[in-house]
C-alpha cells in the first residue's frame, strides 16, 4: 500500500509526465550554456562506465519496485525471471512483464553473453541493465559484456517512452530506413554506458533522387524522429556507418530534441555509397527544428564521405544547437565543415529560402570547445567549421589549432567573443555585420564581409606549443613523450601505451589531445608509466601531448579582455 507522502510523490511525477510526456526525458536540459566553463573537459568522465543500479523503493527516478534477471548461459525462457530460475532472452522477459507502469517500475538485469533473434522492442517503464555476471550477479560491463546483437538483419532495438538501456554492447544493426541500432520515433528513452557498434543504414530502394541533398536513411546508429528527445549520455559510438543518410552516430530530424552528452565518438562515417551528397554529419546530424543539446563529449576522427558536410556535427533548417564543452579532433569532411557546418536554411539548392527565423526561435551556442586537427578534402576554408546559410550563432570562449582550411564565417549572423583562433579566419558573402570582440587570432584574418571589431589582437603569423613565442601567450603545460609499446583492445577501442620513460610528475591527463606520429588521439586515461587513448594507435612511437591552451594571465602582451584569460 502506499502511504500518504507516496501518493503525493506519485502525484507530482504523473503531473510531469502530463505536462512533458515521458518521466523527466523530455524536461528542459539540465545543462545551460552560461555554465559551461573553457576546460571543463578536462574533468569530465566520458565514455560508459558501471554505474550501480538501485533497487529499492519505486518512486525515485533510479529505484525499482520489481526486479528481473535474464541469463542466456543459465537461464531458460520456462523459469520465473527469478535470480535463481532467470529467462534465457531479453525479448522474452519484456514480453511477459505486462504490469510495469509508473508505481511499479521493473529493472530487468541481463547477465553476460550475445542475445541475438530479432529486434528488442523496449518498454515504458522497464529499466534494461547489462554487465552482470551470470553466476553471482556483480555489475562490471567492461568484465562481463552483454551484447544486443542484429545480426545484420534489422535494427537492435527501438525506443520507447519511460525506458532505458545501460550497459550493453549494441552492434551489427543492419536498416533499410532510418535508424540502423537504435531507433526512437516519437520516443524518449535514456540510453547511456553502452558501446553502440558497427549498425548501419543502407541507401533506400530506388534512390533516384531529381537534385542533391535529399532526405534518405539517417542515423547509423540512433535516429530521433518527430519529436524524440531520448538523453543519450556515457556512451561510446564506434563504426557505426550510413550509406546514404545523415548522422553517421546520431541523427535527430523533425522537432526532435535530444541531449547528447559525456560520449564518444570515434571512426563513424556518413555517405560511405551516396551518389546525391545526402550524407551530411559523420557523428551528429540535427535537421528540420531539433533543437539537440551537445555537451561534453570526445569527437575524434569521424568522416563525412562523397562531398558531403560536416565531419563532426551538422545542421540544417531552423535547428538550434547547444554545443558546449566538446572537443572535436581530426574529423574529415570531403566538403565543407570538417569539424562542424551549420546551416539555417534547408542545405537544398533548389529549394525557395524560407523568412529568416527571430533569435527567439533559433540561435545556435557554442562555447568551451575545442576544435583540433580538423580537415577538408579541399585547399579552400574550412576545416574547423563553417557557419552559412543565414544560420544564428553566438561563438564564445572557444579554441581552433591546426584547422585545415580554418574557420569560415559566411552568410551568416555570429557573435564571437573571448576566443582562441589559431587558425585562419574568414569571413565573406554577407550582408550581415559579424560580430568580434575580444578574440586572439593568431593566424591570418580575411575580410570580405562586414564586419564590427572591438579589442581583438591579431598576429598574422601562427605559433606552434613549442614556440618561446608561443608559450609567453599560453601556460606551458604540453608534454614529449616516447613510446615502449602498445596494445590495442579491439572490445574497448583503446590502446595502452607503455612509455619509455616515466612522466616525471604525477599528473591527470584525461582528455588531453594527443599526436601521436601523424595522427591525432585523446587520452583516455594515464598513470606515470603508461597512457590509453581511444584508438588503435598500437604502432605509434612519439607522443605530443597538446597544452590546454591556458592563457598565461601573468603576460601583459595580451591583456586580461582578450580570447580567455581572465574570463
Not at 269 to 298: E, F, K, L, Q
Not at 442 to 463: F, M, W
Request: charged share 20%; aromatic share 10%.
Amino acid at each position: 500500500m502506499l502511504n500518504y507522502l507516496q501518493y503525493i510523490k506519485a502525484a507530482i511525477i504523473l503531473l510531469l509526465i502530463a505536462g512533458y510526456g515521458n518521466l523527466s526525458l523530455n524536461a528542459q536540459s539540465p545543462f545551460q550554456s552560461s555554465e559551461i566553463i573553457p576546460y571543463d573537459i578536462f574533468e569530465k568522465n566520458v565514455g560508459p562506465s558501471t554505474t550501480p543500479v538501485k533497487m529499492t523503493g519505486y518512486v525515485d527516478t533510479e529505484d525499482y519496485h520489481e526486479i528481473r534477471y535474464v541469463s542466456v548461459n543459465n537461464g531458460s525462457d520456462d523459469g520465473d525471471g527469478s535470480q535463481s530460475k532467470p529467462w534465457a532472452d531479453i525479448r522474452y522477459a519484456l514480453d511477459h512483464i505486462n504490469d510495469a507502469s509508473l508505481t511499479k517500475r521493473y529493472a530487468v538485469l541481463v547477465a553476460e553473453g550475445v542475445y541475438g533473434g530479432g529486434t528488442v522492442y523496449m518498454k515504458e517503464f522497464i529499466h534494461l541493465y547489462g554487465g552482470f555476471n551470470s553466476d553471482n550477479w556483480k555489475r562490471d560491463i567492461e568484465s562481463y559484456s552483454t551484447v544486443v546483437d542484429g545480426n545484420k538483419k534489422g535494427r537492435a532495438m527501438i525506443g520507447a517512452d519511460n525506458a532505458k538501456v545501460d550497459g550493453f554492447v549494441i552492434r551489427n544493426g543492419l536498416y533499410r530506413g532510418k535508424g540502423g541500432g537504435i531507433l526512437c520515433d516519437g520516443t524518449s528513452p535514456v540510453i547511456s554506458n553502452n558501446i553502440i557498434s558497427n549498425n548501419k543504414t543502407l541507401t533506400p530502394d530506388n534512390w533516384e533522387p531529381e537534385f542533391i541533398h535529399e532526405l534518405a536513411n539517417d542515423g547509423g546508429s540512433i535516429a530521433a524522429l518527430n519529436g524524440a528527445g531520448p538523453h543519450i549520455t556515457n556512451n561510446l559510438f564506434v563504426n557505426n556507418q550510413t550509406e546514404t543518410g545523415r548522422g553517421a552516430g546520431i541523427a535527430a530530424h523533425n522537432r526532435s530534441t535530444p541531449l547528447i552528452a559525456y560520449n564518444v565518438f570515434l571512426n563513424n562515417t556518413s555517405g560511405i555509397n551516396d551518389s546525391m551528397r545526402s550524407s551530411d554529419g559523420g557523428a551528429i546530424s540535427s535537421a528540420y527544428h531539433s533543437s539537440s543539446d551537445i555537451y561534453y563529449n570526445v569527437i575524434l576522427g569521424n568522416r563525412a564521405e562523397n562531398k558531403n558536410d560536416g565531419g563532426g556535427i551538422f545542421t540544417e533548417k531552423w535547428s538550434s544547437l547547444h554545443i558546449g564543452g566538446n572537443l572535436l579532433v581530426d574529423n574529415f569532411s570531403s566538403d565543407d565543415g570538417g569539424g562542424i557546418y551549420l546551416s539555417g536554411q534547408t542545405h537544398h539548392y533548389v529549394t525557395k529560402p524560407d523568412p529568416v527565423y527571430p533569435e527567439e526561435r533559433y540561435l545556435n551556442k557554442l562555447k568551451g570547445n575545442y576544435l583540433i586537427g580538423n580537415s577538408i578534402d579541399s585547399d579552400a576554408p574550412p576545416g574547423a567549421f563553417r557557419f552559412t546559410n543565414d544560420t544564428r550563432v553566438e561563438y564564445d570562449r572557444n579554441i581552433s589549432y591546426l584547422n585545415d582550411g580554418g574557420l569560415d564565417f559566411r552568410k551568416s549572423m555570429v557573435k564571437a567573443r573571448n576566443n582562441i583562433m589559431m587558425d585562419i579566419v574568414t569571413i565573406r558573402e554577407s550582408d550581415y555585420t559579424t560580430y568580434l570582440h575580444d578574440n586572439l587570432i593568431l593566424g591570418s584574418l580575411v575580410i570580405d564581409a562586414p564586419v564590427e571589431q572591438v579589442n581583438n589582437q591579431v598576429e598574422e603569423k601562427i605559433t606552434t606549443p613549442y614556440d618561446d613565442q608561443f608559450n609567453n601567450i599560453f601556460i606551458d603545460d604540453q608534454l614529449s613523450l616516447v613510446a615502449r609499446n602498445g596494445v590495442y583492445d579491439s572490445d574497448k577501442y583503446v590502446t595502452k601505451i607503455r612509455l619509455a620513460k616515466p612522466i616525471s610528475e604525477v599528473v591527470e591527463l584525461k582528455n588531453r589531445v594527443v599526436k601521436i606520429d601523424d595522427s591525432w588521439s585523446v587520452i583516455y586515461t594515464n598513470d606515470q608509466r603508461s597512457i590509453t587513448v581511444w584508438g588503435d594507435h598500437s604502432k605509434g612511437r612519439q607522443i605530443e601531448v597538446l597544452t590546454t591552451f591556458r592563457m598565461n594571465t601573468i603576460s601583459d602582451h595580451y591583456g586580461e579582455k582578450v580570447g580567455l584569460a581572465g574570463k
